[in-house]
């Protein structure tokens, strides 16, 4: 899989944090707990952790995530508080939590062994601005389409500062002809401020 590096001027455009709300799929550490998962993989802060409002992890709401273990092919969803009672009922550790027990994440006894494996992480509301940077610098694993999609978007054409694809620097042009027969590349995204661009 050849990475595709692209240098962006701030602020971060809206098109490249879109395929998280579909998800996207990052490697990572699995077999562990998703609170190292936040903290160690995705280097979020505590203070970070307690925006995050609401979890989901296989389609269920969590509430400890300390004990809820991220395995391979897992579908993790972030999100900040959702409006509402259902919202309320959703909010991780909160008042209501207890009226979804019956659907709330139970982890199942499992051998704990770590090894690298692919997630796919899902991010909504201001998490997409808060996590989606972290997750793009890092990279992401994309259907080739969906790459050069996102590089016909006039507000990334406009930011765009740099691309490189395996170190070698390339014309967004040029893209599609080197990337033909690829299935799937790691995109990885940088931003740079006005003053660093020289």
């Known amino acids: 899989m050849q990475t595709l590096h692209l240098v962006i001027r701030e602020p971060m455009p809206t098109a490249l944090l879109r395929p998280f709300q579909k998800g996207a799929r990052i490697e990572v550490e699995v077999g562990g707990d998703l609170l ?11 203070a970070g952790i307690a925006k995050i409002q609401t979890i989901f992890y296989q389609s269920k709401p969590v509430d400890d995530i300390s004990t809820c273990t991220v395995q391979d092919g897992g579908v993790l969803a972030l999100s900040a508080a959702l409006p509402g009672l259902v919202g309320a009922v959703l909010r991780r550790g909160g008042f209501w939590s207890a009226m979804r027990d019956s659907i709330t994440h139970q982890d199942e006894e499992a051998e704990h062994t770590t090894s690298r494996g692919i997630i796919t992480v899902k991010l909504f509301n201001f998490m997409l601005a808060e996590v989606g940077p ?8 994309m259907d080739m389409v969906d790459p050069a999609a996102l590089l016909t978007e006039p507000t990334i054409r406009q930011q765009l500062v740099q691309a490189s694809l395996a170190d070698r620097n390339v014309s ?19 931003t740079v401020g006005l003053e660093e661009r020289d």
Do not use: F, M
Not at 36 to 46: G, H, K
Not at 134 to 141: A, N, T, Y
């Open 36 to 46: 190292s998962l936040l903290t160690d993989e995705l280097c979020l802060t505590e």
């Open 134 to 141: 972290l997750l793009l610098e890092r990279g992401i694993r």
């Open 172 to 190: 967004v042009d040029e893209l599609g002809r080197l990337l033909a027969g690829e299935q799937a590349v790691l995109l990885r995204v940088d």
